[in-house]
């Protein structure tokens, strides 16, 4: 028998791990709920690396039939969701007819699923002697099929994953207001998303009030990530300190993804744990955490936090440069608040009032004149240039086979640009991880470019 691998315990890349696996079942519940009625439009709700795509996979695994899109392939609105869902279904997008004066064109899904006993079929007619190519009437093929399937009592679930890279609002709108006629034959839909303060407004603009629900996806608490934790050790065999293991949650900032890379770290990096143990192992703690945690994550994650650093073109005028008293560091808008942010926690939401105290107590000045230096600027450039990234990808091919959450940056910063009160949300605990572990190479990276062109311009 072979033996069991520690990266077959511990799978950060993976969305759902199964060895170690901590399922919520509160949220799972409260899901299934919703589905069990039939009918129902629920949105999940959470920021990234959560484990968003496990819940819905856990959900759909109680349903006789699930219909999975990644949202990115319905940017035209219903007609694509048509035209997938017919897919699915093995429907036929168009017909050819040729010869004759007439020609109906039938077909049958009988079987192809596994488990229909239902036929669903369409008529097209109109030919004059020559080959005649139309579009099918999808709409009403799927809602026909679906129909026959939901009258032998099979449930259904419509999936639309990562439904945020939808950017038309009135795209969404309508995709979910096509959906409604096979909804009122108790077919589930689950929309997966990132938190949207809006949402309500795009169900209220399909109608949908009254038979819709939310769900939200809190940050993994410490204790469910000391789970995932535990549970892998003991399949391969090897403990750890809780201590060791607590510390390990407090630096995943609430992702099980982080947890996951950790933990599988600790095995093989720190400990040269890489197949289950024999005899029960004890794990030693990392004997350089800042070695240990700062190579945890890919490089993308400092290209974002450097891209911020960065933030955007000036067009020949200065930045405003501000300097900490006792360390002569010297910042600008997009620095100081990002360093303000690291020191605060960094967390994933911080208050404009929190960051304001903060810079004023970097700078050394008070709170009172951190208005006059119009960070909303930074900010408002900061929430570009992360929403920015999504859409120049969304643009280009994705790559074949590779899961959309994967291939796909996610929006990672916002900040309500109508109200300066609105509070900083970080939304990928990664780039938290990132602030934590890699603010100071990024800052020092942008210190040596500043001497270099000084150097240069002297």
Not at 56 to 66: E, F, G, P, Q, S
Not at 85 to 105: C, F, M
Not at 406 to 412: A, E, G, K, L, V
């Amino acid at each position: 028998m072979e033996t069991l691998k520690a990266t077959a315990v511990f799978t950060p890349n993976s969305s759902s791990p199964k060895l170690s696996l901590v399922q919520r079942t509160e949220i799972e519940h409260e899901i299934d709920d919703y589905l069990e009625e039939g009918g129902k439009f629920v949105c999940l709700q959470g920021v990234t690396k959560l484990g968003k795509t496990t819940i819905a996979d856990t959900a759909a695994k109680k349903i006789d039939l699930t219909f999975k899109f990644d949202s990115q392939n319905l940017q035209g609105g219903a007609k694509d969701l048509w035209r997938a869902l017919a897919s699915k279904l093995r429907q036929p997008v168009e017909e050819a007819h040729s010869h004759g004066t007439s020609d109906t064109a039938k077909w049958s899904f009988r079987g192809l699923l596994g488990f229909f006993n239902a036929e669903a079929a369409g008529d097209h007619a109109k030919t004059s002697g020559k080959t005649v190519t139309f579009e099918n009437d999808l709409a009403e093929i799927v809602t026909s099929a679906i129909e026959g399937l939901t009258a032998e009592g099979k449930t259904i679930l419509v999936v639309l994953d990562d439904f945020h890279f939808i950017e038309n609002q009135s795209a969404k709108v309508e995709i979910l207001q096509a959906l409604k006629p096979i909804a009122n034959h108790k077919v589930s839909v689950l929309l997966v998303t990132l938190p949207e303060r809006d949402f309500s407004k795009i169900f209220n603009k399909a109608n949908l009030m009254g038979r819709s629900a939310t769900v939200q996806v809190p940050l993994w608490t410490t204790d469910e990530l000391e789970g995932i934790a535990v549970k892998g050790f003991k399949e391969l065999n090897v403990q750890a300190d809780p201590e060791t293991i607590k510390m390990l949650a407090k630096k995943s900032y609430g992702s099980p993804q982080i947890m996951q890379t950790l933990s599988l770290r600790l095995c093989r990096n720190a400990n040269n744990v890489r197949f289950k143990q024999e005899h029960l192992t004890p794990l030693l703690p990392p004997s350089e955490p800042k070695k240990f945690y700062s190579a945890a994550i890919d490089d993308s994650s400092k290209k974002w936090l450097a891209k911020l650093a960065s933030g955007k073109g000036t067009r020949g005028t200065e930045r405003n440069v501000y300097t900490d008293p006792a360390s002569k560091r010297k910042y600008d808008g997009y620095t100081i608040c990002l360093q303000a942010l690291k020191n605060i926690g960094p967390k994933p939401v911080t208050t404009f009032e929190e960051l304001k105290f903060e810079v004023a107590r970097v700078l050394g000045i008070e709170p009172k004149d951190v208005s006059r230096m119009q960070l909303h600027g930074p900010l408002n450039n900061m929430t570009g240039i992360a929403h920015e990234e999504m859409k120049a990808t969304l643009a280009t091919v994705v790559p074949e086979g590779l899961p959309l959450s994967i291939s796909i940056p996610q929006p990672f910063f916002e900040w309500g640009q109508t109200e300066m009160e609105q509070p900083i949300k970080i939304l990928d605990p990664v780039l938290l991880f990132a602030i934590d572990w890699h603010w100071e190479e990024i800052m020092s990276s942008i210190e040596r470019r500043q001497l270099l062109a000084n150097v240069e311009n002297a």
